[in-house]
């Protein structure tokens, strides 16, 4: 018999810098622990903890010119997110999350490895595909 102490940090789905601003990104991470998982696998060099959200955390990392605007959200030196991007953004910025959530996803379930660049380069092509 043998007694173990673990400890795991997780990112809330939700919050930070991007509170409520992509409900369909939202319900499809909160809807299912594999997406969440996926994105977790093609992250796993990537510094995740560095954000408040997983969300925070895909915008930021497929958007980066969003990062900055965002590290100042979190020292109380700047806006949320959607006080910053327009409305007609948001729709584009949404789909451009859900997409890369599938490539997450597909990556994940045919257990492939690869670099965060290549992911994104992946997540692109898809965008420009459909």
Request: contains cysteine; hydrophobic residues 40%; aromatic residues 10%.
């Amino acid at each position: 018999m043998e007694t173990r102490v673990e400890m795991i940090q997780s990112l809330r789905i939700v919050g930070g810098a991007t509170s409520s601003i992509f409900p369909q990104v939202e319900a499809l991470l909160l809807g299912s622990g594999d997406y969440q998982r996926a994105l977790e696998f093609v992250a796993a060099r990537k510094q995740m903890k560095r954000y408040r959200s997983v969300i925070d955390f895909l915008f930021c990392e497929i958007h980066p010119r969003w990062r900055m605007a965002c590290r100042r959200f979190y020292s109380g030196n700047g806006p949320l997110l959607k006080e910053m991007i327009e409305p007609h953004e948001l729709i584009v910025f949404n789909g451009r999350l859900l997409k890369a959530i599938e490539v997450a996803h597909d990556l994940f379930c045919e257990k492939r490895r690869q670099s965060w660049d290549r992911y994104r380069e992946q997540v692109e092509e898809a965008i420009k595909a459909a």
